[in-house]
């Protein structure tokens, strides 16, 4: 062992197991948890409250936090609903558009790779009697959008299609696709959940008509997220899905989560703030990874190398597989790219759509790298791994 490779070994980092999933979820960071802690406690009040300062309080939070959520993707503020997270913005979108702008026979785009968010909405839909295409993706993850001018017919309602996977962090062609959709008059609907706090977004620029996010995933709390409905050029009217008190300007009832609301505001402030400066020193960690995995020859990269979220690294496994990996490495959390549902560990449908096969899906792993990854934890992980590899070599030989 040369020297260098004996401290960094020798480094521990402050924390076991090392936290590798944030595009699963991010720790809220402590200046949001300050700014939302009074709205618990001394300013308690209903944002929905006209008659008192108690009420007044928490509507000016909400009002602020608006503000910074709509700057934060280039929006306007009347442009925001805030529901419940990302899934709840997906099912408002997507139902709620088909519910008023029904035709004889609503016709909906979406692409094999989406979150189950978007598909499972889409399948529910398709048993509504909505017609569904769904666009395949190359092995680098990427839609030919020439095959959504295809698709496109007269019933054609929406495109759906996410920033960037939150598998692979490959970003989907968003600008061309914005383009082509605003052409042909079909809404674009873009689920900007992992991408937001990662890369910049700009909802106009790009032509985005829907659009939704998570607060949990950019440093925000849990159970917070937004829906962007762009309110002229076109003006947008997804049918409510939630009825009872006219909140958020009819689109969806019931009483604000201020708290939340505030948190997930200064999230936006923040990832505005500090994103590039992160994914400048994220990319490194990165890089650090790719060159152990790929140098070695012990795994290949999944999805584009070059169109891909700065922190994110999905790769194949060679020799071994995720979950044996996962079983005998766990001082570090990392995700296997499939949802487990239940006991069954379900092959990715993101990497199958990729044309991986079901052995090299099932052998593949996600490292995501966020706001507090530190170098000794990349160092830490890399001299871990060096030994688990070891052990494949000689097991094998
Ligand atoms: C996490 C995620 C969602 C779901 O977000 P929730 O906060 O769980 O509702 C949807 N789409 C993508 C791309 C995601 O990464």
New binding site residues.
């Given amino acids: 062992m040369i020297a260098a490779e004996r401290d960094a070994a020798s480094v521990q980092p402050a924390r076991l197991p090392v936290y590798f999933d944030y ?2 979820t991010t720790p809220v960071d402590p200046a949001v948890l300050e700014c939302m802690l009074p709205y618990f406690t001394t300013e308690f009040g209903n944002a929905s409250s006209k008659t008192h300062a108690f009420g007044w309080k928490a509507d000016e939070a909400v009002d602020y936090a608006r503000q910074q959520t709509a700057e934060f993707i280039g929006a306007e503020k009347d442009e925001i609903i805030f529901t419940s ?4 913005a ?1 099912n408002m979108a997507l139902k709620g558009v088909v519910e008023a702008y029904r035709g004889r026979q609503p016709h909906i785009i979406t692409v094999q790779t989406e ?1 189950k ?2 598909l499972d909405t889409c399948s529910w839909l398709e048993q509504q009697g909505v017609q569904i295409s769904y666009l395949s993706v190359n092995r680098q993850g990427l839609p030919d959008l020439t095959e959504l001018e295809k698709e496109i017919s007269a019933e054609t309602l929406m495109f759906a299609m ?1 920033y960037a ?2 598998e692979t962090g490959v970003i989907q062609p968003v600008e061309e696709a914005g383009a082509l959709c605003r052409e042909r008059g079909i809404f674009f609907f873009c ?1 900007a ?2 991408a937001a706090g990662k890369i910049r977004l700009h909802v106009k620029q790009n032509k985005i008509d829907l659009a939704c996010f ?1 607060a ?2 950019f440093y925000g709390p ?1 159970g917070i ?1 937004a829906l962007y409905i762009s309110r002229k050029n076109p003006r947008v009217r997804p049918a409510a899905l939630l009825h009872g008190g006219s909140h958020e300007n009819n689109f969806r009832s019931g009483t604000l989560n201020v708290p939340g609301i505030a948190g997930m505001g200064k999230a936006c402030e923040l990832a505005a703030a500090t994103f590039q400066h992160q994914a400048d020193s994220i990319l490194k960690f990165r890089f650090a990874l790719e060159q152990f995995f790929c140098e070695n020859n012990f795994a290949s990269i999944n999805g584009s190398v070059a169109s891909r979220l700065p922190n994110t690294l999905n790769i194949c496994l060679a020799g071994t597989d995720s979950a044996t990996f996962i079983k005998s490495i766990p001082e570090i959390a990392v995700a296997t790219g499939s949802a487990c549902t239940s006991a069954s560990l379900q092959p990715s449908h993101v990497l199958r759509a990729m044309g991986l096969t079901e052995k090299e899906a099932a052998s593949s792993i996600r490292f995501s790298m966020g706001r507090y990854t530190r170098p000794e934890e990349i160092n830490f992980a890399i001299s871990r791994m060096k030994k688990f590899f070891a052990g494949i070599v000689q097991h094998h030989t």
């Fill in positions: 595009n699963s997270g990302a899934t709840e997906v979150h968010a978007v996410m996977n939150n689920d959940t992992q998570s949990h995933k849990k997220g």
